[in-house]
């Protein structure tokens, strides 16, 4: 039955990475940024909604909107401020701007809001319990799991579907060429910021439900375990950061289960460097060889 | 081609002349007694981090790729350094100390091979995210690593009741504690000299051969490739001697304290020995000399002043974005060419990094 319960414990966890991968992925098809700051989003997201139910006392899911409203404004502020500008230069640069955006966010929080840690009120309580008692399941990990699913349908479905779907495939595949056929580069790659970012607010909220402590450094290991996710499944795939977070939320709740609690992060790199000596392409990338 | 040669050589003496004065203004004020203790502290942790940002530019600012674990290599010289000293009990503190720095740089170099033998071969920001992950690795498992001494040798074992030891035996490294009741073998001349070693091999390195192709392979892999400079060996050899001389400085920095843990080594450490080198000049080993010296000091002097404690971190940052928009922008880049102005001191330095991508023009 533990084997059992630890799967389900590594899907929650996993749901929670996918959808932070998610972010992650989207933002590097398009735009093929690693964007640092996508870890401290989520932390920035959590805060408000510990902020709004916590000290205003506003209901769960209007807390939940404000979080998604303002991380997507924050998203699309980073990417207008910092990245535009950097869309010629070379990629140690922006990477460097993005290790600062990063920084920015977890130290302005720092001042803002203090760096002690915060007991984060779960949206949702209680468990559910099944087998005779035997097995329990949390509520906010079904919540993980349900958003999770929905979120990865409505993606697939926006990007199939829709014109601003197609138009961020267009961008991720050739942005000249996208260009000439009409599309707004540049307002495509704000809005692939602004879906990333209010992702992150879901998903940091429903991480520091499911581990309810808060502090400004909050956001930045699960961001880049869920870029490993990202790295994992294929970036700049859908499918495969759905597949890489769910894999990695297992693989780490397994190695806290079963080897040490202390290397779960080490086991988890660890599966990053022999993905990428193995398949650099990801387990769903797919390898494009590079034109001169 | 001669001009520029002894160009580059006069720029190198610069940077000894730099360091030796350095070192002989501060050994005249101690010798007056006109150093405060505060400051006298600092001069060892200031040479370990400036040995760091002349290492971390030879990956970033010569290789032209991002590592952001370099304090993970610290970490590795600093606890290998901590037991080969702890292991030479009976011998004198001097060859204590070279052979402890000598096992640090050859843990670093062993590590970096590790970490730059898989990654290097790929393209985009992976070094970058596995650098980190390599970090987070060896701080995870310092954590739950168990070192003992005694007459048959070294014991290493992650239970946490550690080791059993002979009669005599002492405990190095107790899991999560860290290295304890290190011998503060460091001193500032030690510094000053692994500082002046480390510009040795920087420099040499740089303005050989194998430095030319490390700095081909920045400007234009593809073409660097298509003239038959051999791309893994040449990034593996800029990244393992980077790695070499950060676990140096790593085992430095360790015996400069009785006791380290391993947090020590974080990300932020990491970070902030990046922003030394982005701050300094990508690519400028005297601009990392300066910053590295000037942003330790600086804020450790300025502790009484609460503000600034507190956003120092976030004053990086917005430095840090800061320098990277201005250095990037078209108009000004376009601005500094047509009028061929070469902004003196950091900012003439700083345009090395938009250099890269117009394969190295103007050189």
Sequence with gaps: MSFLSNILTGVSLGSIYAIIALGYTMVYGIAKMLNFAHGDVIMVGAFMCFFATGRYGLPPLVSVLLAVVVCT?????????????????????VLITAIGVSYLLQNGAQLLWGADTKTFTPIVSGSLSLVEGRLNISYVSLLAMACCLVVMVCLTLFTSRTRMGKA???????KGAAQLMGINVNSTISMTFAIGSALAAVAGVLMCSAYPVLSPTTGSLPGIRAFTAAVFGGIGSIPGAFLGGILLGIIETFAKAYISTDLSDAVVFAVLIIVLLVKPAGLLGKYVPEKV | MKRTLSKTSINGFINYGIVIAAFLILQLLMAQGMISNTLKSLLVPVCCYIVMAISLNLTVGILGELSLGHA???????FSGIVAAMAMQEFSPVPRLIAAILVGSIAGALGGVLVGVPVLRLQGDYLAIVTLAFGEIIRNIIVVLYVGLDQKGIHITTNSAGPALEEGGIMVIKGPMGAVGVPKLASFTAGFVLILITLFVV???????????????????????????????????AFVISAALAGAAGALFGLNYSSTVSSKFGFNTSILILVFVVLGGLGSIRGSIISAALLYILPEMLRGFEFITKARMLIYAVILIAVMLTINNPALKSLLEERDLSLGGLLGKLKNGGR???GGAGQ
């Design chain 1, 73 to 93: 404004a924050l998203g699309i502020l980073i990417e207008g401020l910092a990245y535009k500008p950097l869309r010629e230069a070379p990629s140690l640069a």
């Design chain 1, 168 to 174: 961020m495939r267009a961008c991720s595949e050739d």
């Design chain 2, 72 to 78: 993970g290599f610290m970490s590795l010289g600093a």
């Design chain 2, 203 to 237: 420099q040499n390195l740089v303005n050989s051969r194998a430095g030319r192709a490390i700095m081909a392979l920045r400007d234009n892999r593809i073409a660097a490739e298509s003239v038959g400079i051999h791309v893994t060996k040449y990034k593996l050899m």
């Design chain 2, 356 to 358: 890269a991508k117009k």
